[in-house]
């Protein structure tokens, strides 16, 4: 039996008092295979296994040697949305994953997959175990856009939209119908353009990616041809940042299909923007408005495909074709801005137009929601609320991440704001703020628990084994990995 089968099967060993067990206890080994510390230590437990787990995981370690900290995942595997937010076709930003590989390696650091904190064990016993309870479970729910036939056929959320090509379990079934020609996304961010770009990029380009096979195979089979990004207020507010417009701009097979009046005064509000806003400006000016030279109008010419932005849109109904079963179009209310720059206002016209569409994806943010009735929650901003990542009211729990700040900002956002939680545990423990003077069980007391009933977690050794899996699949298709798709494979994987 390897090393990794027998820490797994431990678990049962361990509470059925076996002596192989026991033995490894004694001869200094724990159930994640690393050597147990002192009973006195302060231990931190951290809940959710994305970008915000792991980097608050690493401030605690790094500032204190004798810190112990063990993140507890839903999923049995880590990394949250980097592994199924992360656009498939953008490789390079999951090498963040190397870093939280060696975070939990780290012999002060353990992972416990397959734990669904709320359900499987309440915030209230992880805070009777731990000295300190962190919180970065992240943004899993969407906004809704509140209109009439949001619940059609044929209209998505982008988190689903997402989960789905990127093989989050529980978006598997989505199976979106890809059968029409022009597709509307609401929402101008960078999951917007992400939605976008996965919708419109040639199958060559996809399939050397991580996507997963069945949206592979869907995208190859869909129709759209046509999809038009619609935000509410105007180009000088878009929320996406330049380089995902440019890689709009350079999609192979793809033309851009914009309202030259929208971008109306936008040239000569150039000169008033922040340099970065000035530039994207620029590049959508040009792209709406430059006479294109002879190579790009050639290129422009032959594409079969068509992008573009809507601005001063809001939604106002999904309409419904004459069966009433699927979505036929929207209907979008036309804005105009009321003030200026970053914090102007759309404000309605009372005019409205009906676009023809077939799928609608509304992209219009993520959002926390609450997983334990005893945690503080802040309904109206849909965070926990905190200051400093200190969650108010509540000694000893800490949250950070998009659970802390809402769900904006990029994975190095979010690993600042993860320092700065994992900052205010350690001053609160060299204050005294936080007592750690007793020993706490830690991970021990919540394991008896977890195996009381029935959960059996997912080591980070294990996660090693889906991971090896995954790749070993990839390699015979010439992709990164192919990710299994279900819970039940990821745990079958892992207890082999
Ligand atoms: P998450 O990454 O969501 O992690 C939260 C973790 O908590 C998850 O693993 C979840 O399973 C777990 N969890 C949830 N509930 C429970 C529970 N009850 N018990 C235990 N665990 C739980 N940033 C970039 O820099 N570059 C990009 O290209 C990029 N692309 C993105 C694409 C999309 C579609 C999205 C939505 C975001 C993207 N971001 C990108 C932003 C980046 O993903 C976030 O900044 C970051 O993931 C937030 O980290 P987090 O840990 O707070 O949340
Ligand atoms: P986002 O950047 O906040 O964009 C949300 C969009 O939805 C905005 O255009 C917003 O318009 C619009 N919106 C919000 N509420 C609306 C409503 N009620 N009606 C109509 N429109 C509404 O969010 P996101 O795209 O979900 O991205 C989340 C974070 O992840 C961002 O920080 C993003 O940069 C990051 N991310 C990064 C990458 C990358 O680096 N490649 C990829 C994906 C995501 P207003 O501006 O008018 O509010």
């Given amino acids: ?156 959320s982008a988190k689903d939209f997402v989960g789905w090509y990127n093989g989050l379990p529980s978006c598997r079934e989505l199976g979106p119908d890809l059968s029409c020609e022009t597709a509307v996304i609401l929402g101008q961010g960078n999951v917007a353009l992400d939605v976008a770009r996965i919708l419109l990029s040639p199958l060559d380009i996809l399939k050397k990616t991580d996507i997963t096979q069945p949206a592979l195979e869907a995208l190859a089979e869909s129709k759209v041809r046509r999809v038009l990004v619609v935000g509410r207020r105007g180009p000088t507010q878009i929320a996406c940042t330049i380089k995902e417009i440019r890689e709009m701009v350079n999609l192979p097979d793809t033309r851009p299909e914009m309202v030259a009046a929208e971008f109306e005064g936008i040239t000569e509000a150039l000169k008033d923007l922040p340099r970065p806003r000035k530039r994207l400006t620029e590049l959508m000016l040009k792209t709406a408005l430059g006479i294109p030279d002879e190579k790009e109008q050639e290129r422009r010419t032959k594409a079969s495909r068509i992008w573009g932005f809507r601005f001063f849109r809001s939604p106002v109904e999904i309409l419904a074709d004459p069966d009433h079963k699927k979505t036929s179009g929207i209907r979008l209310a036309v804005n105009r801005l009321e003030g200026s720059g970053e914090t102007a206002r759309a404000v309605l016209t009372g005019e409205v137009e009906d676009v023809t569409c077939g799928l609608v994806i509304s992209s219009i943010g993520y959002k926390s929601l609450p997983i334990d009735p005893s945690v503080p929650f802040d309904s109206s901003k849909a965070i926990v609320p905190n200051s400093m990542g200190r969650v108010q009211q509540a000694a000893g729990l800490y949250c950070s991440g998009w659970l802390k700040t809402g769900p904006t900002g990029v994975i190095a956002t979010t690993m600042n704001n993860s320092f700065d939680t994992g900052r205010s545990v350690v001053e609160d423990m060299d204050s005294g703020t936080l007592d750690v003077s007793a020993g706490k069980p830690g991970s021990q007391s919540i394991s008896a628990l977890l195996d009381k009933r029935g959960v059996k977690p997912v080591l980070f050794s294990d996660w090693e084994k889906i991971d090896a899996v995954e790749v070993r699949r990839g390699e015979a298709i010439e992709k990164p990995r192919e990710k299994l798709l279900t819970v039940e494979e990821m745990l079958l994987e892992a207890r082999k």
């Fill in 1 to 156: 039996m390897s090393g990794h089968k027998l820490l797994f099967s431990g678990l049962k060993l361990w509470t059925s008092g076996s002596s192989k067990w026991i033995d490894r206890l004694h001869h200094g080994v724990n159930r994640t295979g690393k050597a147990p510390f002192s009973s006195c230590n302060p231990k931190v437990c951290i809940v959710g296994g994305g970008p915000a787990g792991f980097y608050t995981a690493q401030a605690l370690i790094k500032a204190r040697q004798d810190v112990e900290v063990d993140i507890y995942e839903r999923l049995p595997v880590p990394f949250g949305l980097v592994r199924f937010g992360v656009a498939p076709d953008h490789p390079e930003v999951k090498n963040v994953i190397n870093t939280f590989t060696q975070t939990a390696k780290h012999s002060r650091c353990s992972f416990y997959g397959n734990v669904n904190v709320g359900e499987d064990v309440s915030v209230e016993e992880l805070q009777r175990a731990y000295h300190a309870v962190v919180l970065s479970y992240g943004a899993e729910g969407n906004r809704r856009m509140g209109v009439p036939g949001e619940d059609l056929a044929g209209v998505y």
